[in-house]
């Protein structure tokens, strides 16, 4: 297969056992195969283009509590040219927003340090650094997205992190104050090495902060249209905690945050005894044991529910369509990829998929063909109703949708089970 990557497959041995890209540990177990899908946010050119598809399968270390799947593309197919753009949604920017303001609030940054972002995607959230006269330096490898982060005045890499470019950085600026890997660390094939690299840069006062989903709430919360190919990694404390510690870096706090759903910021840092190790630390592993987060029966029972829902979403697409109903998508996300391509009829009763930002408008849903549109037009379509992909942010884009369609248009969302939201 062309687009599989030997240099960065840490996850099959030469003796072609799976290993953990975490640990390097072997004894992992199956946690949920949703079989043979495309990846999740190459939206196509044309509704009949062909598109690949691969095994999207989850596994889970019992060495490290690392959550995982086959790195079966190549970053660069990926990210080279990317879609998704934080700053179309007001939620993600007023996290941003908040988090630099307690940052600097804090003390934890001042005018003498400088900040950097891995995954900086187009600015979203270091232009509010840049602002308050800290300087700031973005890593997005995406080209196109990385465009609109220099326009905004800050300076952007345009690579991949490795322990390479950590050695360059830190011989042109020396360490940063703060590390922030927001929402990256899942979409790491080689982690091994990426985590050297956060090891390299960070000094004595050093603090990084890595913000991802939680695989427990993957888990609770019946979140499994998180998972698509473009995550390699599903993080867990007890996993974030272990491999860390490989190279150095110790967890010293987790926050639960409500973004995506629910996520978790893990604070590390390399010089830390164990009286500075906050409670929370503790909480939140017992919280993952207690929750039997890494115990296979727990996740055979979960591909039960799993496959219960999308039987209950493919009944509710069929029934509607034999109503005559106007049924479309709002949210062009890589959710609803995963979501679409785990039923049967791909989701074809669905007519079309509205999402705000331009860089997905025109463009058509994996697999299935579904084009994205403008909200605009959307309007003009008059539905009946509508299927809200994102789900972490469903109130701000209900609202939105109300503001134009008014209540009469029925708005619904698939995770955890499908159910419309009420008309506030």
Avoid at 131 to 159: D, F, H
Avoid at 384 to 402: C, G, M, Q, S, Y
Wanted: aromatic share 8%; with cysteine.
């Amino acid at each position: 297969m062309d687009n599989l990557n030997p240099e960065s497959q840490p996850f099959i041995s030469g003796r072609g056992e799976l290993f953990c890209r975490g640990c390097l540990g072997i004894d992992l177990f199956s946690a949920l195969n949703l079989g043979e899908l495309p990846i999740a946010n190459e939206l196509i050119t044309s509704p009949s283009a062909n598109t690949e598809t691969f095994q999207l399968h989850l596994r889970i270390c019992n060495s490290c509590g690392l959550g995982q799947v086959a790195d079966v593309v190549t970053p660069d197919r990926i990210f080279t040219d990317y879609r998704y753009l934080s700053s179309t949604s007001t939620t993600f920017l007023k996290h941003a927003s908040d988090m630099v303001e307690n940052e600097i609030l804090s003390g934890n940054v001042t005018s003498k340090d400088w900040v950097l972002e891995i995954a900086s995607n187009d600015g979203y959230l270091l232009k509010n650094f840049l602002k308050n006269g800290i300087q700031a330096i973005g890593i997005e490898p995406a080209q196109n997205v990385a465009e609109i982060s220099r326009s905004l005045g800050i300076e952007t890499i345009s690579e991949f992190f490795s322990s390479r470019l950590a050695q360059e950085i830190l011989l042109k600026h020396g360490y940063p104050k703060l590390i922030i890997a927001n929402n990256v660390l899942a979409h790491v094939p080689d982690l091994m090495d990426f985590v050297k690299g956060l090891s390299i840069l960070c000094g004595p006062k050093t603090r990084i902060s890595v913000e991802n989903p939680s695989l427990t709430n993957i888990l609770t919360k019946m979140q499994f249209d998180t998972i698509y190919h473009e995550h390699y990694s599903y993080l867990s404390a007890v996993a974030v905690q272990k491999i860390g510690k490989v190279h150095g870096l110790h967890l010293s706090r987790v926050e639960e945050i409500p973004t995506h759903g629910g996520s978790n910021r893990y604070i590390l840092t390399k010089f830390l005894s164990d009286s500075n190790v906050d409670s929370s630390v503790a909480k939140i592993v017992q919280y993952e044991i207690a929750s039997k987060l890494f115990s296979q029966d727990t996740w055979a029972t979960y591909t039960q529910k799993v496959n219960k829902i999308l039987e209950n979403f493919s009944d509710w697409l069929k029934y509607k369509d034999e109503l005559g109903s106007k049924i479309y998508g709002y949210g062009a996300a890589a959710k609803a990829s995963t979501l679409l391509n785990s039923i049967p009829s791909k989701g074809k009763s669905i007519l079309k998929i509205a999402d705000a930002s331009a860089e997905k408008q025109e463009r058509f849903m994996p697999s299935h063909g579904i084009q994205i549109i403008s909200p605009s037009t959307l309007f003009e379509s008059s539905p009946t109703d509508i299927i809200i992909f994102p789900w972490n942010i469903k109130n701000e884009i209900a609202e939105f949708l109300r503001l134009h369609l008014g209540a009469q248009v029925h708005l619904w969302c698939a995770i955890p089970e499908m159910h419309e939201l009420e008309v506030s």
